[in-house]
């Protein structure tokens, strides 16, 4: 019973949470409250007792969240926590893409024919879990992931071989007058905004 | 494999766990205090975290304009929670609040939340300085994480299991610092930097007034600088579990060895940060990556070969 | 006394306080820094952190403004407190505890503060408001000691801005390209003038990109400052001075523990310990330091000064180089006291050319954390009188 109740409260969070990230105008909210959906989904895991899934989802679901706000927030260019801003993008198509998924999904889940359990649960559910992963298929997951990292790793470099801070060449030039512009050398495009849009 | 080594708690176990894990972060804060007015050749200081307690809780909340006050207070108030939801799996002697199959891992978990929370408690405050000190949490996080998850795995693969009772039974006879060392130092380096403990100060340093903490006041700032000692203390009884032998010793019963052990360890720790300097965030990265982690790989691979070859 | 006066009582004997020095108020702040480490107090960061502000030197009527303002964020209980000689920092602060501990009084004061509460709404986009509202949207105001905290404006697209909401009352950051070519925000954050471990009266007016300082003019808002080691037969003011210096850059490269000796051993040099003492004392501590390898690797290489850069006697240095020249200075500055009647020293770092001019140029493309260690390896005191120019 106590069980029953806290998984359709953890239900309830996970949807609501889902529901704000694209209410709220915040984009370190709308990121966080992701962050708060997938917890509750990962303590739902725990709760069917597959430890590992469940914990392993939450430790990577906050990380990618705490890594995705910077992103967001970078490439967004504004601060939510200031400026209010819409999370939904065009609206109509994409209400029509999630009634249509959702509709899909639903009809699945009543309609398949769900085979009954068979045997019982192994004993030590990470152990198993890993085998069935990793098994078979070991050789291909250890190429795999030190490709992936390495590709990772050398496109970084490659994007950005100084990093941010080693001293470079191509540190604009300071202003010749006052108007505070932070310029490219070599007058990367001729028409400087005013950075003092603060003072406007 | 199953959960008889250890002895699970019933509710009040929880309330335990927290009060020890308080007395000690406090014990910690106390040293230190003690330490600090000693180096300034002052009398006293012990009563220095009171002190500064009762300060706090004193002084009134105060905010800054257009601050996300909800994100703020998620992010000061999860630290000492993450603290406490680490010590539930830390097997103390022959007792654990509770004994998740997968205890390491939940370990790595909370301090994964960390970077969420440090992050939270910078964004929150809508200031420069608070803002610039929580990136730069996260950018020491990018640097630290990934030798950390590499130097539990060492552990881990050796005790072949992710229960903390299991790793702790495993080190019967020898134990796991013994040879593991890197594993063991890199692992400590990595609790004094998700406890933001020198030399990982950067994002509460004084170059940016304090960084995260630059507007906190009142409890809010209590509760950050109590979640450092809590993370630091939590931290230190995990090195004991996963490298020091747990509570394992002679005479004493197992919970007294293994506070002992966590408290010489919290304060070896406590010492050590105060003899380095603070780093700066731009200059974690490349050590932690090119050095630290091929030698961690190492390190797991000694390990990994050793336990196959001790299975087999 | 109730529980109120048991937390009073305990929370007063550590107060934390926070440091505003004027021009020229050196010699009151190194008093009342004696003062807070013989009582176990604590130096603020920022002012949120702050029982007591601490006003050291003179202030003119003129510039109050910003020291009004820092006031304002402070959080309370607080108290204020002004020290212009050396000698009455106790008492003055005796004063502070005082205020402190009338929790009445504090009560009342407080609730003053908050005549006009806004609506408190925790809300997405809602303002926090402690009664300090007023003080920090006015952003026409460059003399801001902190850095704004309503400063933290992103950039905004580069269209439709006139019309758009200023949230908090606070205007959007413009934007920049910054040296990769990518479209970034511009933010413009004064540093100084009351920015703890900052040279007094100084004014950096950055514009952030991130974290990184990519344009900066130098201002001196409040006029030259007439200090710096007042040349005399002594040589102990150098020492004084040069010790300072020292300290604060090693406090700010985090180096704490060499941060508290070298603290004490100005502080002995004020109290007019004999001068061979202080040598030998500065000097076992530059020996600690140099076999500091973390601190060294933090310092070096930073804010190096090419040759041929108009700052004769420091061409060539880096931060490491200067912090190690301060003390060496300071060493020098014990020897000419004991020797016969030196003139007033001059080597190293002072007098030597005007190393704030070369501010914007040093500390353009850095991250913060080293634009304060550049900006604190020099020594800008005596320099500043022939200053008042943009970078």
């Not at chain 2, 909340?61 to 000492?80: K, S």
């Not at chain 3, 006031?71 to 607080?78: A, E, F, I, T, V």
């Amino acid at each position: 019973m106590l069980s029953a109740v806290l998984f359709v409260v953890l239900a309830v969070v996970a949807i609501s949470a889902g529901v704000i990230v694209f209410r709220t105008d915040s984009m370190a909210r709308a990121t966080y409250a992701l962050a708060v959906s997938f917890v509750s989904v990962g303590i739902m895991l725990l709760q069917f007792e597959l430890e590992y899934i469940g914990v392993i989802t939450i430790l990577m679901m906050v990380m990618e969240m705490a890594i995705m706000a910077i992103f967001m927030v970078m490439f967004m260019g504004m601060n939510p926590a200031l400026m209010p801003m819409d999370m939904v993008h065009n609206k109509k198509a994409s209400a029509g893409i999630a009634a249509g998924v959702f509709a899909l999904l639903t009809a699945g889940i009543l309609l398949a024919d769900w085979p009954a359990r068979h045997g019982v649960p192994a004993v030590d559910l990470t152990a198993s879990l890993g085998e069935a992963i990793m098994g078979p298929k070991m050789l291909v997951m250890l190429t795999v992931s030190p490709v992936l990292f390495a590709t990772l790793v050398s496109a970084l470099v490659l994007a950005n071989p100084r990093g941010r801070y080693a001293p470079s060449p191509v540190v604009p030039v300071e202003p010749e007058n006052d108007d505070g512009g932070s310029h490219q050398g070599g007058g990367h495009d001729g028409h400087h905004q005013h950075p003092g849009g603060a003072h406007s | 494999m199953n959960g008889s080594l250890v002895q699970q708690l019933p509710a009040w176990g929880a309330v335990a766990a927290l009060a020890v894990l308080v007395l000690v972060a406090l014990s910690g804060a106390a040293a230190d205090g003690l330490v600090t007015a000693r180096a300034e050749r002052r009398r006293g200081g012990g009563f220095a975290p009171v002190a500064e307690t009762a300060r706090l809780l004193r002084q009134r909340p105060r905010g800054t304009v257009a601050a996300d006050t909800l994100l703020r207070r998620v992010g000061v108030v999860g630290l000492p929670v993450a603290a406490a939801l680490k010590v539930a799996v830390l097997p103390v002697g022959a007792w654990v609040v509770s004994d998740l199959a997968v205890g390491l891992v939940w370990f790595n978990t909370m301090d994964v939340m960390v970077w969420a929370l440090v992050w939270l408690s910078g964004w929150g405050p809508n200031s420069v300085h608070s803002l610039v000190g929580g990136y730069r949490f996260l950018a020491l996080a990018l640097a630290y994480e990934l030798p950390l998850m590499f130097a539990l795995t060492a552990p881990a693969v050796a005790a072949g299991s992710l229960r903390m009772a299991d790793i702790v039974a495993a080190q019967d006879g020898l134990w796991f610092v013994v040879w593991m060392p890197v594993a063991f130092l890199v692992f400590c380096a990595a609790v004094l930097a998700f406890s933001l403990q020198r030399p990982f100060t950067a994002p509460l340093s004084p170059d940016i007034a304090g960084g995260v903490l630059a507007e906190l006041s009142g409890v809010e700032r209590l509760l950050l600088l109590a979640g450092r000692y809590l993370l630091l203390a939590a931290g230190s009884g995990f090195g004991v579990a996963l490298f020091l032998g747990g509570g394992a010793g002679p005479v004493l019963p197992g919970w007294a060895w293994f506070l002992a052990k966590t408290l010489v360890l919290f304060w070896l720790l406590l010492t050590i940060r105060r003899r380095v300097p603070a780093l700066r965030p731009e200059q974690l990265m490349a050590p932690a990556w090119v050095v630290g982690l091929p030698l961690i790989l190492l390190q797991v691979l000694v390990v990994a070969v050793a336990a196959v070859a001790g299975k087999g | 006394m109730g529980l109120n006066g048991v937390l009073a009582r305990a929370a007063v004997t550590r107060c934390h306080v926070f440091l505003a020095e004027a021009l020229d108020g050196a010699a009151p702040r190194m008093a009342v820094e004696r003062e807070l480490a013989r009582r176990g107090w604590v130096e603020a960061l920022s002012p949120a952190d702050a029982d007591i502000l601490c006003v050291c030197g003179e202030v003119p009527g003129g510039q109050a403004d910003a020291i009004h303002r820092l006031w304002d964020q402070l959080p309370g209980p607080r108290a204020r407190v002004s020290v212009e000689q050396t000698d009455d920092a106790g008492a003055r602060l005796d004063g502070c505890v005082a205020e402190l501990l009338d929790t009445a009084g504090q009560r009342a004061q407080e609730a003053e503060r908050w005549v006009q509460p806004d609506d408190d709404d925790s809300d997405a986009g809602g303002m926090d408001h402690s009664g300090m509202d007023h003080s920090q949207m006015d952003h026409s105001q460059m003399d801001d000691g902190q850095m704004d905290d309503g400063q933290m404006d992103h950039g905004q697209m580069d269209h439709g801005q006139m019309d758009m909401p200023m949230p908090g009352g606070i205007p959007l950051a413009g934007e920049g390209t910054d040296r990769d070519g990518l479209n970034l925000d511009v933010l413009k954050v004064p540093l100084g003038p009351y920015l703890p471990l900052w040279p007094a009266g100084l004014v950096l007016h950055c514009e952030l990109q991130g974290d990184v300082v990519f344009g900066s003019a130098i201002d001196f808002p409040f006029g030259a400052p007439e200090t710096g080691p007042a040349p005399g037969p002594d040589g102990r003011a150098s020492v004084i001075h040069h010790l300072d210096l020292a300290l604060r850059l090693l406090r700010l490269a985090g180096a704490a523990a060499s941060a508290t000796r070298t603290r004490m051993i100005r502080d002995s040099a004020l109290d007019g310990a004999a001068l061979d003492q202080c040598r030998t004392e500065l000097q076992s501590e530059l020996a600690r330091i140099r076999k500091n390898g973390l601190l060294r690797r933090t310092l070096r290489g930073i804010g190096h000064i090419p040759d041929g850069s108009g700052l004769p006697g420091i061409e060539g240095t880096d931060v490491w180089d200067r912090l190690v020249g301060m003390f060496e200075t300071a060493a020098a500055g014990t020897a000419a006291a004991t020797g016969t009647t030196a003139a007033a020293h001059t080597t190293g770092p002072r007098g030597a050319g005007d190393p704030a001019r070369k501010l914007p140029d040093l500390v353009r493309g850095q991250e913060l954390s080293v634009v304060r260690l550049i900006v604190a390896s020099f020594d800008l005191a005596p320099a500043a009188r022939t200053v008042g120019v943009t970078g």
